[in-house]
């Protein structure tokens, strides 16, 4: 294998190692940011949680609280030790960089060694004199002095790149140490996290002894709250039914086909607009956090009891304002005794739900556009926060509404 083979292959290899370095950078900035997120979400959960233990009575509302505090904080953690390895994985391509920098640059100054020494060997004036009168003829003649200046060049690009080599060196071996001390940096962090996590885990179980001495209450108010939820999907079916049947009636007197959910070309429209942002609606109040998902959750403290949600519960300060995820039309305000008032907005052949209003600002029929303030939120129990529930429906022609749910239709930054 030749000098020129081996060189290449070396440069090759170094272009290959800054093209991982570069994604290692462009993830570590991600890993950054996630965590950052993560860091804000925590910031913001003690902020409500604050504010909730000044009741002095532990609520079920407290305890959503808390999982979603250890949640984030787990969270947090795994992204720490996923930035630690990419930092472990960076530091040996580092090595491995300075350790083919440090071979590169010994195979240079042994070039250069046995270069020097055989211009020390005819170091002679005299002999580069004589070598040049020797020549046969002018071109000849030309031809040695040409190669006695490319030769003084050639040695002195060879000390340039000696000099380049080991500059480079010097920078890595730099940006070696400086990832190491990130490292250290790091992993105290991770420890710090971890004894923050194990606290907040006592503080849970704490709040949910706290509880088990209510059980029969906790029961009570669980029963009331799904009797509520079926009255609030009765009248939600029969108002979709209603528009369906209204939207059927409007297209039989047009002579139009009256089968499925027919809709105005403006509301058609509507509907495929709300479709086309999924994901990026935004959220039904202006900061919170998610304290119970869509689909079923366990309860917080009765054992083998499931809470089915049917869209998500997002835990805000205290009154804080309601506000619509997208453009349309009120269809209804619903009223539910012990549980506030319920926004339902049309969409086309889709309906947002808004719940826990102590007070709204809008009437059935109302125009409402993209995060208009529907109302305020209710301070619960007398805590000192408030919840927003926010559900998804879609209307279907035939058959019952189906429910979305509204985590893969909200803005996720």
């Given at each position: 294998?030749?000098?020129?083979?081996?060189?290449?292959?070396?440069?090759?290899?170094?272009?290959?190692?800054?093209?991982?370095?570069?994604?290692?950078?462009?993830?570590?900035?991600?890993?950054?940011?996630?965590?950052?997120?993560?860091?804000?979400?925590?910031?913001?959960?003690?902020k409500?949680?604050?504010?909730?233990?000044?009741?002095?009575?532990?609520?079920?509302?407290?305890?959503?609280?808390?999982?979603?505090?250890?949640?984030?904080?787990?969270?947090?953690?795994?992204?720490?030790?996923?930035?630690?390895?990419?930092?472990?994985?960076?530091?040996?391509?580092?090595?491995?960089?300075?350790?083919?920098?440090?071979?590169?640059?010994?195979?240079?100054k042994?070039?250069?060694?046995?270069?020097?020494?055989?211009?020390?060997?005819?170091?002679s004036?005299?002999?580069?004199?004589?070598?040049?009168?020797?020549?046969?003829?002018?071109?000849?003649?030309?031809?040695?002095?040409?190669?006695?200046?490319?030769?003084a060049?050639?040695?002195?690009?060879q000390?340039?790149?000696?000099?380049?080599?080991?500059?480079?060196?010097?920078?890595?071996?730099?940006?070696?140490?400086?990832?190491?001390?990130?490292?250290?940096?790091?992993?105290?962090?991770?420890?710090?996290?971890?004894?923050?996590?194990?606290?907040?885990?006592?503080?849970?179980?704490?709040?949910v002894?706290?509880?088990?001495?209510?059980?029969?209450?906790?029961k009570?108010?669980?029963?009331?709250?799904?009797?509520?939820?079926?009255?609030?999907?009765q009248?939600?079916?029969?108002?979709?039914?209603?528009?369906?049947?209204?939207?059927?009636e409007?297209?039989?007197?047009?002579?139009?086909?009256?089968?499925?959910?027919?809709?105005?070309?403006?509301a058609?429209?509507?509907?495929?607009?709300?479709?086309?942002?999924?994901?990026?609606?935004?959220?039904?109040?202006?900061e919170?956090?998610?304290?119970?998902?869509?689909?079923?959750?366990?309860?917080?403290?009765l054992?083998?009891?499931?809470?089915?949600?049917?869209?998500?519960?997002?835990?805000?300060?205290?009154?804080?304002?309601?506000?619509?995820?997208?453009?349309?039309?009120?269809?209804?305000v619903?009223?539910?005794p012990?549980?506030?008032?319920?926004?339902?907005?049309?969409?086309?052949?889709?309906?947002?739900?808004?719940?826990?209003?102590?007070?709204?600002?809008?009437?059935?029929?109302?125009?409402?556009?993209?995060?208009?303030?529907?109302?305020?939120?209710?301070?619960?129990?007398?805590?000192?926060?408030?919840?927003?529930?926010?559900?998804?429906?879609?209307?279907?022609?035939?058959?019952?509404?189906?429910?979305?749910?509204?985590?893969?239709?909200?803005?996720k930054?």
């Open positions: 294998m030749n000098k020129s083979f081996i060189k290449q292959l070396f440069f090759l290899l170094l272009l290959f190692l800054g093209v991982a370095l570069n994604s290692s950078a462009q993830s570590k900035k991600s890993l950054q940011y996630k965590k950052n997120k993560l860091q804000k979400e925590i910031q913001y959960t003690n409500l949680l604050k504010e909730t233990e000044k009741t002095k009575v532990t609520s079920l509302n407290q305890l959503r609280q808390l999982n979603k505090k250890i949640s984030t904080r787990q969270k947090l953690i795994q992204t720490i030790e996923e930035e630690i390895q990419l930092l472990s994985d960076s530091i040996e391509i580092q090595i491995f960089t300075v350790d083919s920098l440090e071979t590169n640059l010994t195979e240079l042994t070039e250069y060694a046995e270069m020097i020494q055989k211009a020390y060997k005819n170091r004036e005299y002999n580069k004199l004589m070598f040049l009168f020797s020549a046969d003829n002018f071109n000849q003649a030309y031809k040695r002095l040409k190669y006695f200046q490319q030769y060049k050639f040695r002195q690009e000390a340039e790149k000696i000099k380049f080599e080991q500059i480079e060196i010097d920078k890595q071996i730099k940006l070696l140490e400086a990832i190491r001390k990130s490292s250290e940096g790091l992993l105290k962090a991770e420890l710090n996290e971890k004894n923050v996590l194990a606290s907040e885990k006592s503080q849970k179980q704490s709040a002894n706290s509880l088990k001495g209510r059980e029969k209450e906790l009570s108010q669980l029963d009331k709250k799904r009797k509520d939820q079926a009255k609030v999907n009248a939600i079916e029969r108002i979709i039914a209603e528009e369906i049947r209204k939207a059927r409007a297209a039989a007197k047009k002579g139009k086909s009256k089968k499925g959910f027919p809709m105005t070309p403006e058609r429209e509507l509907s495929n607009s709300f479709t086309t942002n999924k994901g990026k609606l935004p959220w039904p109040v202006t919170g956090i998610i304290i119970s998902q869509f689909g079923d959750n366990a309860h917080p403290t054992p083998n009891v499931t809470v089915k949600n049917n869209g998500i519960d997002i835990s805000t300060k205290k009154e804080n304002l309601g506000r619509t995820a997208f453009n349309g039309t009120v269809s209804k619903i009223i539910i012990g549980q506030g008032k319920v926004v339902l907005v049309n969409h086309g052949e889709y309906f947002t739900l808004y719940s826990y209003f102590k007070e709204v600002f809008v009437g059935s029929g109302d125009k409402v556009t993209t995060k208009q303030e529907l109302g305020v939120l209710i301070n619960e129990n007398g805590e000192n926060t408030s919840t927003m529930h926010f559900e998804i429906w879609k209307a279907q022609g035939e058959g019952k509404p189906i429910k979305l749910n509204p985590n893969s239709w909200i803005y930054n």
